[in-house]
């Protein structure tokens, strides 16, 4: 059974930093894609970033570009999104996904596997 679980979110000042991880059971990362969407209050969900452990390849979203970054530790099954110079905007809930191919977070994508989301706030 394909599971994710997110853990890392909280509350942080602009100008902050936060670290999400997602952790990864019933399958292996060389195997599959994984990333992160999230989710405003009011808003439609949004793409964030993408990465695949056997090409080494990684996307990130303009909206975060030079901000965020991907990254991906196949010993521990786990993909970590590190978020710095947060902004009030970041706030959301941020959720892992993980399909067979990896998609563009620029681009409208519905991965099949979804976590349950952690909670990003940026306090002004």
């Known amino acids: 059974e394909v599971q994710l679980v997110e853990s890392g979110g909280g509350l942080v000042q602009t100008g902050g930093s936060l670290r999400l991880s997602c952790e990864a059971s019933g399958f292996s990362l060389d195997d599959y894609a994984v990333g992160w969407f999230r989710q405003a209050p009011g808003k439609e969900r949004e793409g964030v970033s993408s990465?695949?452990?056997?090409?080494?390849?990684?996307y990130v979203a303009d909206s975060v570009k030079g901000r965020f970054t991907i990254s991906s530790d196949n010993a521990k099954n786990t993909v970590y999104l590190d978020m710095n110079s947060l902004k009030p905007e970041d706030t959301a809930v941020y959720y892992c996904?993980?399909?067979?191919?990896?998609?563009?977070?620029?681009?409208?994508?519905?991965?099949?596997?979804w976590g349950q989301g952690t909670q990003v706030i940026v306090s002004s």
């Open positions: 990465i695949t452990s056997n090409h080494g390849s990684a």
């Open positions: 996904a993980a399909d067979h191919t990896q998609w563009n977070p620029n681009l409208p994508h519905l991965p099949r596997y």
